[in-house]
């Protein structure tokens, strides 16, 4: 099966153009004030308006009220609504209840106890494993950090998840073999400063991805990450860290 590629965090009409252009299945739209990667509702809209059935749009929200979730219905028709707060069970089966749209829920990994908390979420249609962001970070994901995919090597994960956290064109293929992830997440990996997209980094991206796949990678594999992993990871030390 087709290894899908989501692109997040996209703001401006070119970036959107190369990741359509690249055939990334899903884009992202970020609405969460303290990102450099927000987008108001008007400027959200209007990227939304330009994928055309091209692929899914997805808007990203962070512990949205009923308010901010109509608003992000009406402006960008959203395909999924990614939640990367803390929003609870309830909370997003509440969520995709309002909406009447398929939901995913971010969770962030740091340690083995975190896999505990997959079943508590096996009404969301998909579900998005990230790192946990470091102590005291602004943001609750987009910061560029892998965690130990070891941790999910072997588990038992639900049909369609996502993996995400510090990828990057150089590293995807190595994740994809050491977790067999169905589907990809970037947005950091792809940029040259924080909320800045590059097309070139965006097409290769894709393009990594596709190869892997062409390539025949390997089913997950428990060895010991080699690149990505190595590197100071949010989710290294174990910690109890919240996601948001
Ligand atoms: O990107 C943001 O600014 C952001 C803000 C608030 C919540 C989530 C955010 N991003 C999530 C993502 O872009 C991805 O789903 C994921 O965290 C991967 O990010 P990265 O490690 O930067 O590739």
Redesign the pocket.
Known sequence: MTTRV?I??LGTPETLAAALEAGADLV?F?H?A?????LGWPEAQALAAEVRGRAERVV?L?DPDDATLRAALESVAPDLI?L??RESPERVAAIRALAGRPVMK?LGIGAEADLARIPDYAAVDRL?L??KPPPGAV????????FDWRLIAGARLPAGWML????RPDNVAEALARTGAPAV?????VETAP?IKDPALIAAFVAAVRASAAAGRPSAAAGRPSAAADRPSAAADGRDVPLA
């Open positions: 989501k997040c965090g992202g970020v969460f303290p990102s450099p990667r927000h990203l962070v990614q990367h707060g971010a998005l990230d790192a943001l609750p994901g987009g910061n560029g950090l892998a995400s956290g510090g990828l997440d970037v947005s950091s990996g909320g």
